[in-house]
């Protein structure tokens, strides 16, 4: 019964293009910010905060990315992986050069650095598309990592060809490195998904989403009515590397700590990122939440629940936590292509129409 | 009601202005390897009327349009657009001179609503950058309304405001034409090019997209070239027609000439061999 547009009037086209058109989804998605600002940073303890909310935090980042690249734009990538690990140490590298300078805009910038990699990695997309232009991002996954590794510029010529973060620290609190409380772990993720998630929402709102959606749709027809392929497809994938960049950064700098980067950040993480999007929804924001929400909370619970509660054996519970989680992957590819987004997008309008069927 | 009170002339299709030459195709023709597709052809295109290109299958119509919308480059020949000769040019770059059109076989947009669809067709209209898109508040959201007014506005005159937030992919096949006519209006185009804009309705549907056109015509001023296979429709609507068969003109006037004209009768009709 709250479930309705009925009554809520729209006067004016922005109230009719806002996000929420339904009164309770507003009132759904403030509490939500209120209770993950407000609540989660005094209850949250270490185990949570590693294992559950800042991985989930920092996928979400790089599956919003993903999202605006494959989801949005239709440009398929298996360079995630590749494009965090130069977040990843571009953050590094930022760092220990400039010890003086804020964390956060170390982060920021380097987003802005993978942001031209992926610019350039792109370039192949005007010339292929579908699977080809996915071998040619597999190709810039395996060329940064054995980048990353051959060079040691990149790691500061450290022994173990590792890279280690530095603490720092912001208004006093320790964000990264060894002592930072599990609050401020949350907090300082949280933020930067809260409006980076938001500014997608924007992009893909105004034109820029439609000039994206359009090249995914049908790339000649966007072309004969006025849409540039090639500033179109090299916008997204500068705006995707970004937000990937960023959630790399933040992987190695707050989650991580200490990242060698063939293990960190190898073609797995690409294609967890990828089935992120799919099993979400692709070009959907509210999928790329789901589906990091998905992969990272499932072999929680399912570690919880097979190690915890029935008293199996580790390895076993690990494997077996594989082929649920791989059979649940091609169950959704079968029966709900357009992932969790549609799901909960169906159950929306069955809720409008409630108690009625039709 | 006395004798004096003036009465406002009702404009018809015969007071319309057909103003000077807009473009000019000046002896184009286009090779596809060994195939000619087009063979020295020349018409124009006058401000303000409805030109059409009619032939039978294969004839080179879709290729004509092609050309003038800057997807095929011919190897020979030169298009003028307003007076001036023009340049090679990407089709993105021809749609942003005010050339707009629609496609034989739909090429709308699936994945999003009819509003975001027409509203792509102002694309080339909007000119905010990506930061001040990525804030939303202020001048993206202003643009965004402004151009939702003009894009409701088409909607208003097509009639489709029921289906406005209804993916496209759902629609029927007429409504889909409809919205790409809509597309393409929303960019103010200068001139609109439609390719069979009536193929696969019945006749109910028909109707209402010749109504459409003309009144596009009348009330917008829009010149309009258009490639249709349905006689009674073409020899309604056009003020001038060109014909084409095997890549070649054989015909060019006002739809009484085009009747007349043995060759075009030929064409259609076909010849005895004797």
């Known amino acids: 019964m709250l479930y309705r547009e009925a009554g809520d009037f729209k006067t004016s086209y922005a109230s009719d293009s806002q996000t929420f058109p339904i009164r309770f989804d507003r009132w759904r998605y403030w509490a939500v910010v209120a209770v993950a600002f407000g609540v989660i940073p005094f209850v949250i303890d270490d185990y949570w905060a590693n294992a559950v909310a800042v991985p989930f935090l920092i996928y979400a980042i790089a599956a919003i990315g993903l999202n605006i690249l494959t989801g949005y734009c239709g440009q398929v990538s298996l360079g995630t992986g590749g494009f965090m690990a130069v977040g990843a140490y571009a953050c590094y590298k930022l760092m220990t050069a400039f010890p003086e300078v804020s964390v956060l805009i170390h982060v920021l910038l380097a987003g802005g650095v993978t942001a031209l990699v992926g610019v350039l990695f792109g370039l192949p997309s005007l010339r292929i598309k579908g699977f080809y232009l996915a071998v040619a991002t597999l190709a810039a996954q395996f060329f940064l990592v054995w980048l990353f590794n051959k060079v040691p510029w990149f790691y500061n010529y450290s022994a173990s060809g590792q890279i280690t973060v530095p603490e720092r620290t912001i208004l006093g609190v320790a964000v990264t490195g060894a002592n930072t409380p599990a609050w401020a772990k949350y907090l300082f993720c949280l933020v930067l998904l809260f409006v980076l998630a938001w ?118 519970a690990a494997h077996v936590e594989l082929m649920i989680v791989g059979g649940l992957i091609v169950a959704f590819l079968i029966y709900e292509p357009h992932g969790i987004a549609q799901l909960w997008k169906l159950a929306k309008e069955k809720l409008r129409l409630w108690p009625f069927p039709h | 009601m006395n004798a ?102 739909i090429a709308l947009f699936d994945g999003m609503s009819v ?100 009144d596009v015509n009348d009330e917008f001023g829009t010149t309009i070239c258009l490639i249709e296979h349905d006689m009674g429709v073409v020899m309604d609507l056009s003020d001038r027609v060109v014909v084409m068969d095997y890549g070649k003109k054989i015909g060019d006037g006002t739809p009484d000439e085009v009747r007349g004209n043995q060759a075009v009768i030929d064409a259609y009709l076909g010849v005895a061999h004797d």
């Open chain 1, 199 to 316: 500014v997608a929402r924007n992009l893909t709102r105004g034109s820029v989403g439609r000039k994206w959606m359009a090249i995914r749709d049908m790339d000649i027809a966007a072309e004969i009515i006025g849409v540039n392929p090639l500033t179109t497809k090299l916008s997204a994938f500068a705006v995707s590397s970004f937000y990937i960049g960023i959630a790399g950064a933040l992987f190695f700098a707050v989650y991580l700590g200490a990242v060698e980067v063939g293990e960190a950040f190898g073609i797995q993480k690409s294609f967890v990122v990828l089935f992120m999007i799919i099993i979400g929804g692709l070009g959907s924001i509210f999928g790329s939440f789901a589906g990091a929400a998905f992969l990272v909370l499932l072999p929680v619970l399912l570690k919880n629940v097979l190690v915890g509660q029935l008293g199996w054996a580790t390895d076993l």
């Open chain 2, 4 to 105: 004096e009170t003036p009465v406002e002339a009702i404009p018809t299709a015969d007071d319309r202005k057909i103003g000077p030459v807009l473009m000019e195709m000046k002896h184009i023709t286009l090779r596809f390897g060994g195939v000619k597709a087009i063979t020295d052809i020349s018409f124009d295109i006058r401000e303000g009327e409805i030109r059409s290109i009619i032939g039978p299958n294969g004839a080179g119509k879709s290729s004509m349009l092609n050309v003038i919308s800057g997807f095929y480059v011919p190897q020979e020949g030169e298009v003028w657009f307003r007076g001036a000769r023009r340049p090679q040019m990407k089709p993105y770059q021809v749609a942003r001179q005010g050339i707009a059109r629609t496609f034989q076989n």
């Open chain 2, 115 to 214: 509003l975001d669809n027409i509203m792509t067709g102002r694309l080339t209209l909007m000119k905010t950058g990506l930061a001040a898109q990525s804030l939303w508040w202020g001048k993206a959201q202003r643009e965004e309304t402004e151009h939702r007014e003009k894009v409701e506005k088409i909607i208003d005159f097509l009639e489709i405001q029921a289906i406005r937030k209804t993916p496209v992919g759902r629609l029927p096949y007429g409504l889909k034409k409809r919205v790409e006519l809509a597309r393409a209006l929303a960019a103010e185009p200068m001139l609109l090019l439609l390719d069979e804009p009536m193929a696969g309705m019945n006749v109910e549907e028909k109707e209402d997209m010749c109504r459409f056109i003309l």
